[in-house]
């Protein structure tokens, strides 16, 4: 087995176990209200970081290029209450034009 794939079947199973610890540790039980409030705040504020991070970083530094433009032209887009694939289209077009002209 490659060195790949042993990276592959240990991050399968340190997922499976991380998904498995929550009900074996509930046990059936419901969460606390104020935990299951915060539990709902985390998948946005994820990709909020991730998108920032992919957005404005490369090799460990602010960059501010053509990426921002699109990520501007997708916030428009999204305050438009465009659909997800006019957003992902506005945002790809935008960033593409402006590395074209630079």
Avoid: N, Y
Wanted: glycine share 6%; hydrophobic share 65%; no cysteine.
């Amino acid at each position: 087995m490659s060195a790949a794939w042993a990276t592959v079947a240990a991050l399968a199973v340190g997922t499976a176990a991380i998904k498995a610890a929550g009900p074996v540790a509930l046990g059936g039980r419901a969460l606390p209200a104020p935990l299951e409030r915060l539990v709902a705040l985390l998948a946005p504020s994820l990709i909020a970081a991730l998108v920032i991070v992919q957005t404005f970083s490369s090799d460990g530094k602010l960059v501010v290029d053509a990426r921002v433009a699109g990520l501007a032209a997708a916030t428009g887009a999204i305050a438009l209450r465009r659909s997800t694939i006019e957003i992902v289209l506005v945002a790809a077009a935008v960033t593409a034009a402006v590395r074209a002209l630079s």
